[in-house]
């Protein structure tokens, strides 16, 4: 059977991300990102799941520094639906929690509820370590925030669901494999995902990115990092719709290239169906 990389324990979202968007994968937990990327690059695994952006919290620390050092190449792209659950050890009733333990992103993410219930957050490593940590323990007084997933992993009680503030909260992962595969799928159009350095002349990002509004090229990403421990050395990260065999593509990448030092490709891939769903 394939296998998938990613980061975190068992029972990580993205863990429930593994399984929704590859079913037919068995998949391989890591302890970092840079382990995820490895375990592809060395042929331990066949595909990286990696998150990049959340829509609560927003881009995840230093994946868009690792993407382009990585070798490895988008192939499609997840999202999924962040759902965040209170689970305790077996026979645990909702008045007995005192504490609930989780990943201080996820703790932040259910301020409300627990300001309700009177539960003060503690921090943990992870969400799914967090959910590990809290059935090992056995003390109905602390719980964790984590998935449905890994109260089933773990053997812990769902006391209450979806108990995230914001309802619509997901988060993006890309997944990654050594070849690129930029055949045109799926039903909801291609995206195409790239890094880029400008040239050093006045106004070179606006001219960069005039090609693609004068060819109606929609670009639904464009986000800026330093590199090389510099202020002025920046590279941006960039997603658009459409395919660079699309003509209008084609004519705004080469219009992108004349302003830019380097130009890269991440991958080509099929855009997920939810990318245009309404949020709610």
């Known amino acids: 059977m394939p296998i998938i990389a990613f980061q975190g324990e068992n029972g990580a979202y993205s863990h429930e991300a593994c399984r929704t968007a590859r079913p037919d994968h068995d998949a391989l937990p890591c302890h970092t990102f840079e382990d995820v990327i490895d375990a592809v690059r060395d042929g331990k695994a066949d595909l990286a799941m990696l998150p990049v952006e959340n829509t609560t919290y927003g881009r995840v620390a230093d ?49 409300g509820f627990l300001r309700e219930h009177g539960i003060l957050p503690v921090t943990g490593a992870d969400t799914a370590g967090s959910a590990q940590i809290v059935a090992a323990a056995g003390n109905p007084a602390r719980a964790a925030l984590a998935s449905e997933l890994a109260g089933a992993i773990y053997g812990l009680d769902v006391l209450a669901r979806h108990i995230e503030d914001q309802s619509t909260n997901t988060t993006r992962f890309l997944i990654m494999a050594r070849d690129p595969d930029p055949t045109p799928r799926g039903d909801a159009g291609m995206m195409t995902s790239f890094v880029f350095r400008v040239r050093n002349i006045p106004a070179a990002l606006y001219k960069a990115m005039g090609g693609f509004a004068t060819n109606g090229v929609n670009m639904t990403k464009l ?23 699309d003509p209008a593509v084609a004519r705004a990448l080469e219009e992108l290239d004349y302003f830019t030092t380097t130009v890269e490709i991440l991958g080509t891939y099929p855009a997920d169906p939810r990318r245009h769903d309404p949020p709610g």
């Open 223 to 245: 986000e800026s990092y330093m590199v090389g421990g510099s202020f002025t050395a920046t590279q941006f990260f960039a997603d658009i719709e459409g395919h660079p065999s």
């Open 63 to 111: 994946i868009h520094r690792l993407l382009p050092e990585s070798g490895l190449h988008i192939v499609d792209e997840a999202f999924v639906r962040v759902h965040i659950n209170l689970l305790a050890v077996p026979g645990t009733k909702l008045a007995d929690v005192r504490e609930a333990m989780s990943h201080t992103v996820l703790l932040g993410q259910c301020r």
